[in-house]
C-alpha cells in the first residue's frame, strides 16, 4: 500500500467514524499513536469533518445570530488548527526528503506534499457526502441524476489527485522535485500582526 492509499484509508476512516454520531462536539476518538503520521492525518480528516458540518450549520437562515458568530469563531479556530497540522504534516515530508541531492534541473512545486494531501482528504469528504446525495431514497429523479453525475466528476479528481501526489513524492525521491516547505503565515488570528486586535492594547 502507498502512502497516499493509506492515507485515504485513514481519511475515510475518521469520516465514518464521525459520522456515528454526526454531532459537530464529539471529542476526536483515535488509536494511533499521537506523535505518528497516521495519528495526524487522522486528525486532519477529523477537523475537516467536524468544519464541513459547522459550514452547513452557519448557513442555516434561522440560526441565531449569537449563535451563528460563535460558530463562525470556532471555524476561525478550526482553519488555523488545520493550517498548523498540514505544516506539521509537511514536516514529516521534509525529514525524509530534505537530504534528496537535487538533480542539475531540479523544479520546484507550487505547493507541498502536505498542501495536496489536504486537498485529497476534503475531497474525500465530498465524495462521502455527494454520493449520499447521490443515494437518496426522498430525491427526485432529476436531483440523483445531477449528483451522480457530480459524483462522478469527483471521483475522477480524486484519481488525478492521488497519481498528481505521487508522481511529486517519486520526484522528490529522486531529485527531480526540490522538497520545499510553504508557510501559511496566517496573520488575521495573531494579536501581534492582527492591527484590528493590536490596536485595541
Not at 61 to 78: M, Q, T, V
Not at 88 to 103: A, C, G, M, R
Not at 135 to 142: L, M, P, S, V
Not at 147 to 157: D, F, G, R, S
Amino acid at each position: 500500500m502507498t502512502f497516499i492509499e493509506k492515507s485515504i484509508d485513514i481519511f475515510r476512516n475518521a469520516i465514518d467514524k464521525y459520522h456515528e454520531t454526526d454531532n459537530v462536539d464529539t471529542p476526536i476518538t483515535c488509536s494511533y499513536e499521537p506523535t505518528s503520521i497516521e495519528y495526524h492525518l487522522y486528525h486532519k480528516a477529523w477537523i475537516d469533518t467536524v468544519q464541513w458540518h459547522l459550514e452547513d450549520i452557519i448557513r442555516n437562515p434561522e440560526i441565531l445570530p449569537d449563535e451563528a458568530l460563535k460558530i463562525k469563531r470556532r471555524i476561525d479556530f478550526s482553519n488555523q488548527e488545520r493550517t498548523d497540522l498540514v505544516e506539521l504534516i509537511d514536516s514529516y515530508f521534509w525529514e525524509k526528503y530534505h537530504n534528496v541531492t537535487p538533480q542539475k534541473e531540479a523544479r520546484i512545486n507550487t505547493e507541498s506534499p502536505a498542501w495536496a494531501i489536504d486537498r485529497l482528504s476534503i475531497l474525500q469528504l465530498k465524495i462521502y457526502h455527494m454520493r449520499i446525495e447521490a443515494e437518496r431514497a426522498d430525491a427526485t429523479a432529476e436531483h440523483i441524476k445531477k449528483c451522480q453525475a457530480k459524483l462522478n466528476v469527483l471521483l475522477q479528481q480524486q484519481d488525478d489527485l492521488i497519481t498528481a501526489i505521487e508522481q511529486l513524492l517519486n520526484s522528490m525521491a529522486t531529485g527531480e522535485v526540490m522538497m520545499k516547505v510553504y508557510k501559511q503565515m496566517k496573520m488575521y488570528n495573531d494579536p501581534a500582526l492582527n492591527p484590528v486586535l493590536y490596536a485595541k492594547k
